[in-house]
């Protein structure tokens, strides 16, 4: 059964461009010292339901910034694990989290390449990346669509910066390919986004609740 890739077709959070008011629209980290988990669900089949636990920690002086996919249960899936500095984003982990039968928990890596994932040069951008996890290769490209649109979260009319990012993934059994557009609104970081399988097959992901 192929993956996902939940984290990295969702959520890779940081924003990367130069202007000050882009970077505004990056989580802040002040908000994740204790963790917090955002709620998102799917406008057209609101049965569906994601939840991401966030957080960071400083380990020998280095800001690392983890985010968890989560099981209905509260136990996570997926986990994406980036280092911030003051002009870069790099992932340092992610993988898969399996439980057998009797509930043991076993993490599949991807391989310990440490891959920039974000600049913050808008110049930089579209950015394009890989991971391998297993036998699966999956592949994204991030350019800016919007640096100025809305949209409706939370009782509220938010500004915010819309990314189209485009996904391959690669396994024995073939080639997936789909794109979606990424919402980032000021202060709150990734708010919805809208992912199109195909023209009948459209998910409308949204933020419903911040724990």
């Not at 940081?14 to 994740?32: A, G, H, I, T, V």
């Not at 391989?111 to 699966?136: A, F, H, M, R």
Request: aromatic content about 16%; proline content about 2%; hydrophobic content about 35%.
């Amino acid at each position: 059964m192929k993956k996902i890739f939940t984290i990295l077709v969702v959520s890779f959070l940081l924003l990367s461009c130069d202007e000050p008011k882009l970077q505004r629209y990056y989580f802040q980290m002040d908000d994740f010292s204790k963790s917090k988990t955002y709620i998102y669900v799917d406008q057209n089949k609101p049965d569906n339901i994601i939840h991401f636990k966030m957080y960071y920690k400083i380990v020998d002086s280095d800001t690392i910034f983890t985010s968890e996919a989560l099981n209905p249960d509260g136990t996570p899936i997926e986990v994406f694990v980036e280092k911030i500095d003051d002009s870069k984003s790099t992932m340092t982990d992610y993988y898969f989290v399996y439980y057998d039968s009797q509930g043991k928990k076993e993490d599949v890596f991807s391989d310990k390449i440490k891959t920039e994932v974000y600049s913050y040069k808008q110049s930089s951008y579209p950015l394009v990346w890989k991971v391998e996890v297993g036998t699966q290769t999956f592949t994204k490209k991030r350019s800016i669509l919007k640096m100025d649109s809305t949209i409706e979260v939370l009782g509220h009319t938010l500004k915010c910066i819309v990314f189209k990012d485009e996904f391959k993934i690669e396994d024995e059994n073939g080639l997936t390919e789909f794109f979606q557009e990424s919402y980032y609104a000021d202060g709150m970081g990734m708010i919805g986004y809208k992912r199109f399988i195909s023209d009948d097959n459209v998910m409308d992901y949204k933020l419903k609740e911040i724990k």
